[in-house]
């Protein structure tokens, strides 16, 4: 800043320097193109977490007889480990809603899981069905009764 006849001489324009380049244009929020890829991953994450749980919507002595085994050659441990499925849910689902695992899995399943696991006892005697989040991973669990 230097100093003239009619006071102090400087240029204001160096104080604001958008003033000189002008507005600063917004940033791209959302790009179709962006928005249609990362829709189409979300779905076909979501198709293929869907296909790994399907078994449980459709458990059948096929299904359960092998790790039923497994368990009483164990010894019938308790709430012993049936299936275990690991998913992550993605940071907001096809339908715009973000969810939590304990959310994720039933809107897969398109029930809730108190539904889910009485179906599968329904199939079971003199055994409890149960299931447990740990993580990301949805357990199903077998105990005597």
């Known amino acids: 800043m230097s100093s003239g006849a009619t006071g102090p001489n400087f240029n204001i324009r160096s104080m604001f320097p958008s003033a000189t380049s ?16 990362s829709y189409g991953g979300v ?5 293929e977490d869907r ?4 078994v449980l919507l459709n458990e059948t002595r096929d299904t359960l007889r092998p790790a039923m ?6 010894g019938f441990p308790a709430i012993y480990v049936l299936q275990e499925f690991t998913l992550t849910p993605p940071a907001v689902c096809s339908d715009g809603v973000t969810r939590s ?27 409890i069905i149960s299931y447990s989040f740990n993580g990301n991973t949805l357990r199903i669990h077998v105990s005597k009764s």
């Open 101 to 127: 695992i304990t959310q994720y899995v039933p809107y897969l399943l398109g029930q809730d899981m108190g539904k889910t696991i009485a179906d599968i006892q329904s199939l079971c005697m003199g055994v």
């Open 43 to 47: 779905q076909t994450k979501e198709g």
């Open 22 to 37: 002008g507005p600063t244009p917004a940033p791209i929020v959302i790009d179709i193109t962006e928005l249609l890829a």
């Open 51 to 54: 296909s790994a749980l399907k």
């Open 69 to 74: 085994f497994t368990w009483a050659a164990a």
